[in-house]
C-alpha cells in the first residue's frame, strides 16, 4: 500500500479513531492498522472514504502501481453506478407512493363532495401522507435498505434526503 493519508484526514476533522470506525462501519483495529500501512479490503477502503468523504484515490500520497490506480478508479465507477441503480430503485418507490397518494387524494375529494358522510371522509387524506410516510420510512429500513445493501453493497441509503 502507499503512504496513507487516513490519520492526517480523520485528524482534520477532528476524529477520534474510534469515531472514524463509528462512522465508516469498521473496527477501531482496522483504522489502526490502516493508519499503520497496512492493506486492506476496497471495501474497507470505500467505507472510509465515505466516512471522510474524498474519493478512495485522496486516502493515500501517492499511488505508485498502475494496478492500484486503476484499482481505485474502477471501484469508484462501481460505487457511482451501483448509487445510481440504488438510487433509480429508491425513487420509483416515492413515485408510486405518490402516485397512489394522488389518487386516494382525488378520489377522496370525490366521494366526500359526493357523499353524505359529513367531514370523516376528510381524514383519509392526513392519514395516507403522514401515515404513509411513517409506514414507508419502516419500510425502508427494515425491508429494502437490508435488501439493497446486499445488492449494491458499494452504495448508501439516500432515500431520506431531500
Do not use: C
Amino acid at each position: 500500500m502507499n503512504e496513507s493519508r487516513i490519520a492526517e484526514l480523520r485528524r482534520s476533522r477532528g476524529w477520534t479513531q474510534q469515531q472514524l470506525a463509528t462512522e465508516s462501519g469498521v473496527t477501531t483495529r482496522t483504522v489502526q492498522r490502516l493508519e499503520a500501512g497496512q492493506d486492506s479490503s476496497m471495501d474497507t477502503l470505500t467505507r472510509i472514504a465515505k466516512a471522510l468523504e474524498v474519493p478512495v484515490g485522496d486516502l493515500f500520497s501517492l499511488v505508485e502501481k498502475q494496478e492500484f490506480g486503476e484499482a481505485v478508479e474502477s471501484l469508484e465507477l462501481r460505487t457511482g453506478r451501483q448509487q445510481e441503480q440504488r438510487d433509480s430503485y429508491a425513487k420509483g418507490i416515492m413515485l408510486v407512493y405518490r402516485g397512489v397518494g394522488l389518487v386516494v387524494t382525488l378520489a377522496t375529494v370525490v366521494f366526500a363532495m359526493t357523499a353524505n358522510f359529513g367531514w370523516y371522509p376528510w381524514l383519509i387524506i392526513p392519514v395516507y401522507w403522514g401515515g404513509g410516510q411513517l409506514v414507508l420510512e419502516a419500510l425502508f429500513r427494515l425491508k429494502l435498505d437490508p435488501m439493497l445493501n446486499e445488492k449494491y453493497p458499494l452504495s448508501v441509503a439516500r432515500h431520506g434526503e431531500k
